[in-house]
């Protein structure tokens, strides 16, 4: 049998540690740092983590809101989501993740695509 994701990426200590990278990198990526000024960044990297911890097939943890709702009114693009993408993909790098993870926790987030993007 195959391992979850959820061990793959390091189960929830490797997995905060991809989030934690991911919300830094957002707030340094000049196409969508803007969006986090005045965020509880400590929060978000919280909610970021327990997210990809549930999405990965860890323990049900996340308590947020709903993609659609979470990013109503936002007005986010196109060409900002793929920004999004690409800061994921920093940080997985970042912390060394496999080929096929990094593929997997992708497909996860684009599949997030429609409840983000201009809604």
């Known amino acids: 049998m195959t391992d979850t994701l959820y061990s793959r990426l390091g189960g929830t200590d490797g997995i905060r540690k991809i989030a934690d990278t991911l919300v830094d990198n957002h707030t ?6 803007p969006r986090f000024a005045g965020t509880d ?3 978000l990297k919280k ?8 999405g990965s ?3 049900e943890i ?3 809101k709903d993609m659609i709702s979470a990013h109503k009114h936002m007005n ?5 989501f793929v920004a999004v993408l690409d800061d994921a993909v920093a940080a997985m790098n970042a912390n060394s993740v ?3 993870e990094k593929e997997e926790v992708l497909f996860m987030l684009y599949s ?4 983000v993007i201009e809604v």
């Open 112 to 115: 997030l695509k429609d409840q």
């Open 47 to 54: 909610m970021a983590g327990d997210l990809l911890i549930t």
């Open 62 to 64: 996340y308590s947020g």
């Open 98 to 100: 496999g080929q096929r």
């Open 41 to 43: 960044l400590t929060n």
């Open 28 to 33: 340094t990526n000049a196409a969508i740092s």
């Open 76 to 80: 986010i693009s196109g060409s900002e």
């Open 57 to 59: 097939g860890g323990p």
